[in-house]
T-cell receptor, first 116, second 110 residues
């Protein structure tokens, strides 16, 4: 149990276009989902926290108008990278915190974004 | 804001050695601490989760300890194998979110 999926697993897009990444909790309901970004040889940095039905909370330095997060249901959160630039190329990982499992997070397999 | 530090940043050992990875955190008001493994280009694999009320957890050759009052955790790997080569990440959770250390890159040489 407690499986989180991400789609797509990798994506290549042209500079200036937008890309949407989906994060789904497959066998549990998640009140809270988290989005992380990881640059090569660096650790995971929290970008934002999203709660179902409300606006996401962004970490300092993360542009909310560039990284649009929607958490429309208890099993789905989406991250849209708008007007992507090469410096947005990174590994994006989501996690979900279950309703009935206090503070334990389950991680998706990640999405590799390359902006050309 | 919680800060998580991992030492060493990189470690290279011969196969068969026992080793210890260290993690420290600045705010002891945590709910749990988790150790992950990450292979190059891959996602996270959860290794051990220690709740704040616990002092250690064991899984196979892995043993993780937690001293919440001093803000420290260690991950002990016994009889290391080349397949253990990966980056090991420590992460602490409070009521808001989870914060990661920078990781220890482990290489186990045959």
């Amino acid at each position: 149990g407690a499986v989180v999926s991400q789609h797509p697993s990798w994506v290549i897009c042209k500079s200036g276009t937008s890309v949407k990444i989906e994060c789904r909790s497959l066998d549990f309901q998640a009140t809270t989902m988290f989005w992380y970004r990881q640059f090569p040889k660096q650790s995971l940095m929290l970008m934002a926290t999203s709660n179902e039905g409300s606006k996401a909370t962004y970490e300092q330095g993360v542009e909310k108008d560039k990284f649009l997060i929607n958490h429309a249901s208890l099993t789905l959160s989406t991250l849209t990278v708008t007007s992507a630039h090469p410096e947005d190329s990174s590994f994006y990982i989501c996690s979900a915190r279950a309703l009935d499992r206090t503070y334990e997070q389950y991680f998706g397999p990640g999405t590799r974004l390359t902006v050309t | 804001k919680q800060e998580v530090t991992q030492i060493p940043a990189a470690l290279s050992v011969p196969e068969g050695e026992n080793l210890v990875l260290n993690c420290s955190f600045t705010d002891s008001a945590i709910y749990n601490l988790q150790w992950f493994r990450q292979d190059p280009g891959k996602g996270l694999t959860s290794l051990l989760l220690i709740q704040s009320s616990q002092r250690e957890q064991t899984s196979g050759r892995l043993n993780a300890s937690l001293d919440k009052s001093s803000g420290r955790s260690t991950l002990y790997i016994a009889a290391s194998q080349p397949g253990d080569s990966a980056t090991y990440l420590c992460a602490v959770s409070d009521n808001n979110d989870m914060r990661f250390g920078a990781g220890t890159r482990l290489t186990v040489k045959p």
